[in-house]
Structures are given as structure tokens and as C-alpha cells.
């Protein structure tokens, strides 16, 4: 039989003085009494939104279901996507290259192994769904871009701003670009009126009349020298500043533009 083992011995006595503190972690949650809670009383989170981010601009949309894809081609006049259910298509899972290709790779480049090649992607390119034209007085809204656009793991949320495109009423230095007029739209020449506020008076009594230019000879002090023209067409930029006369101290030009904020109220859209 093995040997008894030997006694355990005592170990001299060791002597500590400590002091600990020791505070309760507190925790406050604040929660409105509408928030909805799960079933361990927390607040519920909503993953989608959290996931989101803005891509209006930087790429194009896709999203798959079971058996419908959606998404947005260079069917699109910019690439990016419009109003209405542009662009769904059947999916049946099978594959829509043109032939299957391998790649083995190089030196420089990694081995893809084989799939479809890449040509006869552009079968989708005639599936043409729904497109919205947005009508707003007598402006219209062809195939829209989003303002912002952002992507969800469940669905694509886009908001329209459309704005009424022509610039503000008021006066602007120089001659009105791309001026034009109607037949038989009546001229003031040489001192036919005395001062801007006439021919802009005549502009705003003219139903046809958008845009009026009133251009003087500063160094005449008969105030004979001035001239008016009334013009039709709805500018959607502001004058560049030329004159015919070149800038000069003794050329006064001022083009007048017609309070146009009614022909095209702006328009806002959600769309998801």
C-alpha cells in the first residue's frame, strides 16, 4: 500500500487592513408612453430606417424579391431614377448571358472562374412599366430626378422638389438674354416715354409679355434718348449684363422680367 500522506501544515496568519466603497450603478430610461416596447421592455428599433443612407445621384437603385427584380439601366435619360415603376422585370432565376465564358486570370488579374459572359445583359432594357410626368400650371416634369433619394433593405423612398424654373420678377442689369418678341409687339423709341416705369407698365398690361427692356442714353439730358421693347419670352437665367453699347458710363440698359411664380406653383412628392 502507498505511504500515509504526510499532514498538511498551517500557514502563519496574514494581516490586512482595507476599506472599499462601493455605489450602485443607477440607470434611467426615459421612454414616451406611445414608444412600443418588446417583450424584455425595450424600445423597439426600426432596423430599416437604421440602414438607410441617401444615394440620389451616386448609384442606381436595385432591389430583388422573389421573382420580380427591380432597377434602374441607362434607359434613364441620367441614370438615375424616375417617378412611376420604371423599370420591374420577371425574374425566373435563369441565366441571361449570351453564352457561359471562363476566366482564368493572369498575372495581373484574379480568376473569376466561369459564369455568363458578358454580353446579353440588355434584354431588360425594353421593360418599360409606368413613368410619371408631373403637370404644374403650364410647366411639365418629364421623367423627374429625385431631389433625395434613400435606400432601405425593404423598399427605396424618393422625394420630389420641383421648383418653378424661371427667375424671380424684378429688374436686372443689362439686356434681357434670349429676348424675343410677337408679331406686331409695339416699340417706344426716342423719347416716346420718359422713364423705365412706363415701359414696365405697358409690359405688365400686355398679357403676352414677359420680359421688357428699357435702354437710354445717359449723357442726353433732353431725356429723348430711350427706348422700350416688350418681349415674350419666360427666362429661366438672369441676364449676363450686356448692352449693346458695350457697358459704357453713357448707356443705360435694364431688363424687366414679369412675376412668372404663378405659371409653375412648385410641386412635392413622396414616393416610395
Known sequence: PPPPAPPLQELPPVTSTSSTTTRAATTTTTTSPNTPLTEYGLEMTDYMEMLQDECAGKRQPFMAE???????????????????????????????????????????????????????????????????????GEMRWEEPSPTRMRWRPDKIISEYELKNPYIGA???????????????????GWGQ????????EHCEAEERCYQAIWEE?????????????????????????????????????????????????PVTIWEE
Open 66 to 136: 422573389n421573382k420580380v427584380y427591380y432597377l434602374v439601366s441607362g434607359v434613364e435619360k441620367n441614370g438615375n431614377d424616375t417617378l412611376g415603376l420604371t423599370h420591374p422585370f420577371f425574374h425566373d432565376l435563369r441565366s441571361r448571358g449570351t453564352g457561359i465564358a471562363t476566366y482564368e486570370g493572369s498575372e495581373e488579374t484574379a480568376s473569376v472562374g466561369t459564369g455568363n459572359d458578358y454580353s446579353g445583359w440588355e434584354w431588360y432594357q425594353a421593360t418599360k412599366v409606368a413613368y410619371g410626368t408631373i403637370v404644374s
Open 170 to 188: 424684378g429688374t436686372y442689369t443689362g439686356w434681357c438674354d434670349g429676348f424675343m418678341s410677337w408679331d406686331g409687339a409695339p416699340f417706344w
Open 193 to 200: 416715354l420718359n422713364s423705365p416705369s412706363k415701359c414696365w
Open 217 to 265: 442714353d445717359t449723357t442726353d439730358s433732353t431725356g429723348y434718348r430711350t427706348q422700350c421693347w416688350v418681349g415674350s419670352n419666360k427666362m429661366t437665367a438672369e441676364p449676363s449684363g450686356w448692352t449693346r453699347c458695350g457697358g459704357g458710363p453713357e448707356c443705360n440698359t435694364t431688363c424687366y422680367v414679369k412675376d412668372m411664380s404663378s405659371l409653375a406653383p
